[in-house]
């Protein structure tokens, strides 16, 4: 009801007790329209379900639906028979006891159907094992043998149940499936011999033609075409286009095999039904007697085969009964027709029979041969009411059936209202309903009832006839209300009854019963030769069927009506021993059509099927009841006192609770366990605040979880964060621990190797020696000298001296090698003349270290400076440098500015446009100089007449001029570095002397013994010569100062 109190503004109710006018019968087809239309084919009326069938199938027997609705309190999910076999399957389980299912409705609204869902259902949701599957396979089997046998197609149903079937389902003591057992109920036998316009035999005859296979139905004695049969012809509807009998045949063959029948089982079996065929066609002829005789005796041979009876026994049988007079037994032929109701009764006997060994059969095979103790469950699935046209014996006992049951359900029903009323101490207030055991009483009342008068009739001697029996009816029961005949029926109703009817008032409405036939229905005689040679059969089954005993008991059968009756009561005792569920199948049209919901016939069926009634008594009380603990449970969140615990007794909770809501006194009892609510309004007021409460909560609890959700991922994250860090923090601990106790080794080690650092290469320095080797060669590698001059030198460890020295060594060779390499010819000529330089003057002269840095030039002055006239004089020699010097006179030493060329072959000296001397280098005969920085050079020439004596010049680039003009002259050697004094020749064979000296300012003077004397300045380190003004000018030509190495 639950699930029913949220769905309710769906699709109508989910449950008719929550209908505000529950006695209103419109209101009750409206809500079951509206749901059906949307193909909601169950509706509640408290515990009972109301089925409408779809006439189609609905996605709602799923196995995921049956798994959703296992072990789901029944009010929580929408009405369903899986709900229904649940409730009845757990209640059976925790409370050990036996249940039934009972499923009523008339022909076509699903009863069968019905009882296959509710077997499927538990099949696949009750706990089995393998040793149990094939218990499980055989109840599941079952069901295809018997309606093979059972079922046919009707004018309302194409697979109608002409029988009624109860089925008990046995669980253990852990609720597996174990064994079952079936009663069947009056099987429709007449349908044997005679079948209605548009209908057929029981399927079983036209799924052995359909389906057999060639050699079967030719040992059978039997052909295809079942136009061929008479019994199956009547209906002329053999091929139904919603019945599959050959695919049925499989399914049937399948199933014997599976319930143990074995191949001679199964041969007797289809010789019996191809025997109902063969009799079917036995035709009667007048002989000249005017008594029956067989026209073609070939069926006699068949059916002689196949049930084992002597063949002219069997013929004669057929065709005369055996009569006892006195204590003899006279044959007594028959006429034609006594000779077709003969052949029709046998085939009816045979088969009902066979029908009824078949269910024994089948019980054989589900019995549960161990004896512990068991539950069950029992599925009843009878014919509903049933009002035909022409109503006759059938639809009486099937009536009288349905009473019997509605009587039960009211009982129960009551029973259960009453004892629920009584345990829960509160006041029992009388339901006003029909108790319709008034007309059970008319029916079966010993001596007064109707079926002891019908029995009467039929046993009495004399005529007695349908008719007489009718009047017998008047007699007994004329005065009672629920019984009418044409006779007894005022002005108005006497139209509708004919004069062979009696009309019976039932609970569920009135039925007319025609009564012919009522006779020879209840008699269901059968010529006792006949009976004979059944019972001396070879066909095992009919033999099993038609016992030797039978023919000893000379006490008359009882009739059908009695063994209904009393097949009945056993029943009703049977289902008073256990828990009732009620299942209630409406058919909605007459057409098998899906979605049409005939008003008119459905009314008529919620009228039959006491629906309306059960409603009234369900509703009479209250509404609603639900235990104090669960009604707390679902509702406690609307009061903040039992809100989210209540910790004291739940009816306080339950009382606390509805006077917060604001029950009023008359909306509402409470019981010793439950709580009544009487109006459906009250219930949904309560349920309407605690869906918006709920909406409330939930995002409170939403938001409640979702912090605690978000609060346990920080808390994890920052757990595994913290681990994470002092993981990490221990691997970078260790890490440095363990690089500490390599340093403090190292370290160590190194100070060992320090300390022995001296020693041979061993053990203790080895490590050390190695490092420093390293470290040295590693700094080394940066700090190389940069060129040829740099001397800086890593000082090497004593271990590397030598190894520092050839490094040194090869570095400077390979910076030499580089720098030789990046010499130009011209800078390579001047390096040689600065060699020759050193050669000469190194150490010698004054100056010669100040003037390594100074480059040789080319020459101090170009050609073009020269006068053109002393270019022309010593034009053919080639110039190769001219440099302005101070000639001084031989004579007085006077100072005169001249200009000194050197060619490849001799030296002059020049005076503007004159060459004043001329010296060839070959008869050069020495050059000095002193040992100061005084720029004096003495050119001393040969003494002839040419020459005029040695030349005194002073230049201010000495070094370069004298290193020139020796290599010009080839003559390096004869260079000299005099100091003090030289002495030179004046020409003319006279000789001077000259004088060098130190003095505070330099000159050169003829001093007064006529010497000439030259002073050097004393002159700071580094200071150059001190030269007349006008030879300054060619400093301005200087080149770029170069540094040669200095060693
Ligand atoms: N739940 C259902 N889903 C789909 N179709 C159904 C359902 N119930 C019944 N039917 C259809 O209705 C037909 C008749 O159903 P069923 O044989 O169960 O009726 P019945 O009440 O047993 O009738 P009878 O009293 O004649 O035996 C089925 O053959 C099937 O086609
Ligand atoms: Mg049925």
């Known amino acids: 009801m639950e699930g029913a109190l949220i769905a309710r503004d769906k699709v109508g109710v989910q449950d008719f007790v929550l209908l505000d006018s529950h006695t209103s019968e419109a209101a009750f087809l409206n809500n079951l329209r509206k749901r059906y239309q949307e193909n909601l084919i169950y509706t509640y009326i408290g515990s009972l379900l109301v089925s409408v069938n779809p006439y189609q199938e609905l996605d709602i027997y799923t196995v995921t639906q049956m798994q959703l609705y296992r072990g789901v309190n029944f009010f929580e999910l929408p009405p369903h028979l899986y709900a229904i076999a649940d ?58 043998v018997l309606e093979a046998f059972g079922n046919a197609k009707t004018l309302r149903n194409d697979n109608s149940s002409r029988f009624g ?38 399927h079983i005859f036209y799924q052995l033609l359909e389906g057999g296979d060639k050699d079967l139905l030719c040992w059978l004695g039997l052909e295809r075409n079942p136009q061929k049969y008479t019994y199956l012809i009547q209906g002329r509807c053999a091929k139904v286009f919603s019945i599959n009998d050959k695919n049925d045949w499989k399914i049937v063959r399948k199933a014997f095999s599976i319930i143990d029948f074995t191949e001679k089982d199964i041969e007797h079996l289809f010789g019996i039904v191809a025997s109902v065929l063969h009799l079917g066609n036995i035709q009667f002829e007048e002989d000249s007697n005017g008594h029956a005789i ?22 004669e049988a057929l065709t005369h009964r055996k009569i006892e007079a006195r204590s003899e037994e006279v044959l007594s032929p028959l006429n034609v027709d006594l000779a077709f109701y003969a052949r029709d009764a046998v085939a009816k006997a045979i088969y009902g029979r066979t029908f009824t060994w078949l269910v024994n059969k089948i019980n054989g095979s589900l019995a549960n041969k161990d004896s512990t103790q068991k539950t069950v469950i029992g599925l009843l699935d009878i014919y509903g009411f049933e009002v035909l046209d022409t109503n006759s014996f059938e639809q009486f006992c099937i009536n009288y059936c349905n009473e019997k049951l509605q009587q039960l359900l009211i009982e129960m029903t009551l029973k259960a209202e009453q004892e629920e009323y009584e345990l829960e101490g509160i006041e029992w207030e009388p339901i006003p309903y029909f108790n319709n055991k008034i007309i059970c009483d008319l029916v ?26 009718l009047e017998k009816l008047e007699e007994k029961v004329g005065d009672h209300a629920h019984f009418v005949t044409r006779k007894l029926a005022d002005q108005k109703t006497r139209k509708s009854i004919d004069w062979v009817d009696f009309r019976l008032l039932h609970y569920a409405g009135e039925v007319t019963y025609c009564a012919v036939g009522f006779l020879e229905k209840n008699n269901d005689l059968l010529y006792r030769n006949l009976k004979e040679v059944l019972c001396n059969s070879k066909n095992n089954i009919i033999r099993e069927c038609f016992l030797l005993s039978e023919l000893d008991n000379r006490r008359r059968p009882e009739t059908v009506a009695t063994q209904f009756k009393n097949s009945l009561t056993s029943l009703i005792e049977i289902l008073m021993s256990k828990e009732p569920s009620y299942i209630r199948c409406i058919k909605p049209n007459e057409n098998k059509e899906p979605g049409k919901f005939d008003d008119f016939l459905i009314r008529h069926q919620v009228k039959y099927l006491g629906l309306m009634e059960h ?12 235990k104090y603990e669960l009604f707390l449970q679902r509702y406690k969140c609307l009061c903040p006192a039992t809100w989210p615990h209540w910790h ?17 006194p008359e909306e509402y009892k409470l019981g010793r366990t439950k709580i009544f609510i009487r109006f459906p309004k009250t219930l949904f007021a309560t349920e309407d605040a605690f869906e918006y409460r709920k909406h409330l909560l939930i995002s409170r609890l939403q938001a409640k979880y979702k912090g605690f959700l978000g609060k346990r991922a920080y808390q994890k994250k920052r757990k595994a964060a913290i681990k994470l860090e002092a993981c990490w923090r221990g691997a970078l601990a260790r890490r440095a621990a363990k690089k500490r106790t390599w340093a403090v080794q190292t370290i160590r080690k ?8 001296k020693k041979p290469l061993c053990q203790e320095n080895r490590d050390f020696v190695r490092l420093s080797q390293y470290h040295y060669l590693m700094k080394l590698r940066d700090h190389l000298p940069k060129n040829v001059l740099d001397q800086s030198w890593l000082q090497p460890p004593s271990i590397l001296e030598e190894t520092s020295e050839m490094l040194r060594k090869m570095c400077m060779r390979n910076l030499v090698r580089k720098y030789c390499r990046g010499l130009t010819a011209e800078r390579k000529g001047q390096l040689q003349q600065k060699v020759v330089t050193s050669a000469v003057f190194s150490g010698k002269k004054e100056g010669y270290l100040e003037s390594l840095s100074q480059p040789f030039l080319e020459t101090r002055l170009k050609e073009n400076d020269l006068n053109p006239k002393v270019l022309q004089l010593i034009r053919g020699e080639n110039i190769k440098y001219v440099t302005p010097v101070i000639k001084y006179d031989r004579n007085g030493f006077k100072a005169r500015e001249r200009l000194l060329v050197l060619t490849q072959s001799s030296a002059y000296v020049v005076e503007m446009a004159k060459i004043k001397q001329k010296i060839e280098y ?51 050697n004869l260079i000299k570095v005099v100091k003090g004094s030289l002495r030179f020749r004046v020409g003319s064979g006279k000789e001077g002397t000259m004088v060098f000296t130190v003095g505070p300012e330099p000159q050169v003077f003829k001093d007064k013994t006529g010497q000439l004397t030259v002073v050097r300045a004393q002159l700071s380190r580094g200071r150059q010569l001190e030269l007349p003004p006008w030879i300054s000018i060619c400093r301005e030509h200087s080149p770029p100062s170069w540094e040669p190495r200095r060693d």
């Open 648 to 664: 004291g007794p739940a009816v306080e909770g339950v009382e606390r609770l509805i006077k917060h809501i604001g029950y009023k």
């Open 444 to 469: 079966e009342q010993k001596h007064k009832g109707i079926i002891s008068i019908l029995d009467e009739e039929c046993l009495r001697p004399g005529e007695a006839t349908d008719l007489s029996f």
């Open 87 to 144: 409730n009845a399957y757990r209640v059976m389980c925790s409370e050990y006891n036996n249940h039934f299912i009972l499923i009523s409705g008339e022909s076509g609204a699903g009863k069968t159907e019905a009882s296959k869902k509710i077997l499927q259902y538990y099949a696949v949701t009750c706990p089995t094992t393998e040793q149990l599957q094939t218990v499980r396979d055989r109840l599941l089997l079952s069901n295809p």
């Open 615 to 626: 409603l009234r008594v369900r509703r009479a009380g209250f509404a609603y009841r639900r």
């Open 750 to 757: 190194f100070i060992n190797g320090f300390i022995n650092r």
């Open 165 to 202: 079937k109860y089925m008990d389902i046995q669980f253990d003591f852990k609720g597996a499936p174990v064994g079952g057992h079936i009663l069947s109920y009056l099987i429709e036998k007449s349908r044997v011999v005679h079948q209605n316009h548009g209908e057929r035999n029981f």
């Open 922 to 972: 070959s008869t050069l005969k020495g050059i000095s100089t002193s040992n100061l920085s005084d720029g004096i050079v003495v050119i001393h020439v040969p003494e002839d007449n040419k020459q005029k004596g040695d030349v005194i010049l002073q230049c201010e680039h000495i070094f370069e001029v004298v290193t020139k003009l020796c290599i010009l002259a080839n003559k390096q």
């Open 294 to 315: 067989i026209r073609d005796g070939s069926q006699i041979k068949w059916i002689s085969k196949l049930l084992g009876a002597h063949l002219s026994i069997l013929q």
